[in-house]
């Protein structure tokens, strides 16, 4: 039972356009979402949260935005950069004494020069 | 570099026989997670230790096991290894080893069962 999807293995967009990374979960007891960065070879970085109390957290070139109803999250960057060429994994927790994470299946990014 | 480390970083061994991966958390990290990543697949979140105790568990086959020790590095034992255990096996780590806390990962260790 996958709680939280990720339904476009990969994306493709040209440098300085916008990338926009889709999650949905199925779990009305999440309550905390977060987006990891993956390079190869490397453990997974984190880059952004958003806490279920809100519908848009924002970091630089990186926004989060969480519609509760629809149990959807998107991660938009702005301009993209060949840089951020990399695996980006969604993943969710609920409130409680665990800090549990349980993520998408990612997708792969890829930012065209 | 995430301050968390994994050891080793490729493991190659044949079926039914055992291995321990090591891990030692970020300085200040009370808490370790271990997640386990197969082929195209997301993490799957295996276990969670807090100061030494288990505080969560996940869908950790009972072959394997894990703890976590007084200096809070943390072992995971796969025994009776199987041909679908070969995966990468990530280490987290993070403060409190609560919600609402970053993870921070380890370079993981690749498992290659033959």
């Known amino acids: 039972d996958q709680q939280v999807k990720q339904n476009s293995p990969s994306l493709s967009v040209q440098e300085g356009r916008i990338s926009i990374l889709n999650c949905d979960y199925t779990n009305s007891m999440f309550d905390y979402f977060l987006w990891y960065k993956k390079y190869p070879a490397e453990g997974p970085t984190f880059l952004i949260s958003i806490s279920s109390i809100k519908d848009k957290n924002e970091d630089g070139r990186f926004t989060v935005f969480l519609n509760k109803s629809a149990k959807h999250l998107s991660l938009h960057i702005v301009p993209s950069q060949p840089g951020d060429s990399a695996v980006y994994f969604c993943a969710a927790s609920a409130s409680g004494n665990t800090g549990k994470l349980i993520f998408g299946q990612g997708t792969t990014l890829q930012v065209k020069p | 570099d995430s301050g968390v480390t994994q050891t080793p970083k490729h493991l190659i061994t044949a079926t039914g026989q055992r291995v321990t991966l090591r891990c030692s958390p970020r300085s200040g990290d009370l808490s370790v997670y271990w997640y386990q990543q197969s082929l195209d697949q997301g993490l799957q979140f295996l276990i969670q230790y807090y100061n030494g105790e288990e505080r969560a568990k996940g869908n950790i086959l009972e072959r394997f096991s894990a703890q976590q020790f007084p200096d809070l590095h943390s072992e995971l034992n796969l025994s009776s290894l199987e041909l679908g255990d070969s995966a990468l096996y990530f280490c987290?780590?993070?403060?409190?080893?609560?919600?609402?806390?970053?993870?921070?990962f380890g370079p993981g260790t690749r498992l290659l069962v033959l």
């Open positions: 987290a780590s993070s403060v409190e080893g609560l919600p609402r806390e970053a993870q921070y």
